[in-house]
């Protein structure tokens, strides 16, 4: 497994932008399946979004739309767009390596616990 280190986030207004970027100490590329989740305070985890090595994406519907997973190959890391901010949007996110058969936002609970996350505050 690939150590996982989250950055990016940030406070912004509703209707603004941020990108997280998540630096991995492998290769992501080779990764099958990398992801993005989320954690209110006083919540559940939520899957975000997810991407496999063939690059096929998945979204939670609260994601589909506004915000965009990629990787980087050129510095290695998984980044996550995201525009259209809104308060609900308003959590800690964390990048994780989900198992191959559990790469699917509906599924976070098998995701592990990722990196130490970056807090995103839309206000």
């Known amino acids: 497994h690939v150590q996982l280190v989250e950055s990016g986030g940030g406070s912004v207004q509703a209707g603004g932008s941020l990108r997280l970027s998540c630096a991995a100490s492998?290769?992501?590329?080779?990764?099958?399946?990398m992801g993005w989740f989320r954690q209110a305070p006083g919540k559940g985890r939520e899957g975000v979004a997810s991407?496999?090595?063939?690059?096929?994406?998945l979204y939670a519907d609260s994601a589909r739309g506004r915000f965009t997973i990629s990787k980087d190959r050129a510095t290695n890391t998984l980044e996550l767009q995201m525009n259209n901010l809104q308060p609900e949007d308003t959590a800690m996110y964390y990048c994780?390596?989900?198992?191959?058969?559990?790469?699917?936002?509906?599924?976070?609970?098998?995701w592990g616990p990722g990196g130490r996350g970056t807090q995103v505050t839309v206000s």
């Open positions: 994780a390596e989900p198992p191959s058969r559990d790469c699917d936002p509906a599924s976070p609970q098998y």
């Open positions: 492998g290769s992501i590329q080779r990764t099958n399946c």
């Open positions: 991407i496999r090595s063939t690059g096929g994406t």
